[in-house]
């Protein structure tokens, strides 16, 4: 059997308000994400980071930071591959999205209120660290 065995590579951005809180996206099927998304061929993570949050939200990022502040690993949901995800922290110019099937809601939620929602793998291991 040939299978692949390989990582997409996820790039993922977190909005931290001055309550420290993590600002998420609710998709169409209710789980909450990351802001981002896949990082193309050939493709700078920074501006995959900017196209995606401009695709998903019709938001402007204004800010990313220099260097990712977390790297998690996590098993794509209905799929034998798995995301590699690189987070930056981000800041955006407002929150006047436009709700699409990747962002139908965006909330900023304390440690405390995420373990309350329907979280993606990747959300829960970056819960896992920032609670360490």
Not at 9 to 28: M, Q, T, Y
Not at 59 to 74: D, G, I, N, R
Not at 124 to 130: G, T, Y
Request: proline fraction near 2%; glycine fraction near 6%; charge should be negative.
């Amino acid at each position: 059997m040939n299978e692949q065995n390989y990582y997409r590579i996820s790039i993922k951005g977190i909005v931290i308000d001055a309550d420290g809180r993590i600002l998420l996206s609710r998709e169409d099927n209710g789980k909450w994400e990351m802001l981002g998304g896949g990082l193309d061929h050939n493709e700078d993570p920074i501006d995959c980071l900017s196209r995606e949050v401009r695709e998903e939200t019709g938001l402007e990022v204004t800010y990313v930071s220099k260097a990712p502040l977390y790297f998690v690993t996590s098993k794509r949901e209905g799929k034998d591959t798995y995301l590699a995800n690189v987070i930056y922290e981000i800041k955006l110019k407002n929150m006047d999205f436009t709700p699409s099937d990747e962002c139908q809601e965006l909330r900023f939620f304390s440690l405390q209120e995420m373990h309350e929602v329907d979280l993606f793998a990747n959300v829960k291991k970056l819960l896992d660290l920032l609670e360490q």
